[in-house]
């Protein structure tokens, strides 16, 4: 396989409440999407790395990944109106012998080399893979503040990033979307009748969401890597 990775860096992360995007705030001393920007670039089955970021970000962004000495990052483009329209603008920039793409949300800052690892290696066996968690808690179905029914969780997986795809698979994909609009390649590929499969994600593999969210990574950073927070 030959393995681009697109880091989806273009949110507003609005629920955060700052005035910056979520993934360019400061975590640990590093700017958040640089945690698993770094995961990527050292990993030595990646060839390439497209980020997509909102617009006006492209220059410093660029810049400073080139400061750093980030030289798998091909390029970064200005992500479009919705997620899906911005991760779509990235796999049009991977170089055309990439046959492989991983797609991880900058917003999820712990990613380890191991599981992007393990999802590659799934990948090259299947296809098609997303790695998730299982849900542990008991699941409501609530409506108006209203508890309607108790949902059994056996089966029920949260979905986490890295998630990934044959590129023509992927490709074939965003072309079947047509104007639908999904929450993740994972329900794009089976959207379009690709069989999707699930790799064990790790529980610290948490999404920055909402300021509790950046506190709870800060630690784990702290518990990894005693003294460094």
């Known amino acids: 396989m030959r393995v681009g990775v697109i880091l989806a860096a273009a949110g507003r992360g609005e629920r955060m409440g700052h005035r910056i995007p979520k993934q360019f705030l400061e975590l640990a001393g590093v700017p958040v999407y640089l945690h ?17 970021v909102p617009p006006g970000w492209e220059t410093r962004v660029l810049a400073q990944v080139r400061d750093l000495g980030l030289f798998k ?11 899906q329209a911005s991760v779509e603008r990235a796999l049009r920039a991977l170089s055309a012998g990439i046959d492989t793409v991983l797609v991880h949300d900058a917003a999820r800052p712990l990613i380890s080399r191991e599981l992007v690892s393990r999802v590659l ?17 008991t699941v409501k179905l609530v409506r108006e503040g209203r508890v309607e029914r108790t949902v059994p969780r056996e089966g029920l997986w949260l979905a986490q990033t890295p998630q990934g795809a ?6 074939e994909a965003y072309r079947l979307a047509g104007q639908r609009m999904f929450t993740d390649e994972a329900a794009l590929l089976e959207a379009a009748g690709f069989e999707v499969r699930v790799v064990r994600g790790e529980n610290t593999n948490l999404k920055i969401t909402y300021p509790e969210d950046f506190r709870m990574a800060e630690i784990y950073l702290r518990l990894d890597k005693p003294g460094k927070v």
């Open 36 to 52: 698993s920007l770094r995961v990527f670039e050292d990993h030595p089955r990646v060839e390439e790395i497209v980020l997509a």
């Open 166 to 171: 044959r590129r023509e698979w992927l490709e």
């Open 121 to 137: 290696q799934a990948l090259e066996r299947y296809g098609a893979v997303l790695c998730a968690v299982p849900v542990r808690d």
């Open 73 to 83: 990052v091909k390029e970064v483009v200005c992500g479009g109106d919705t997620r």
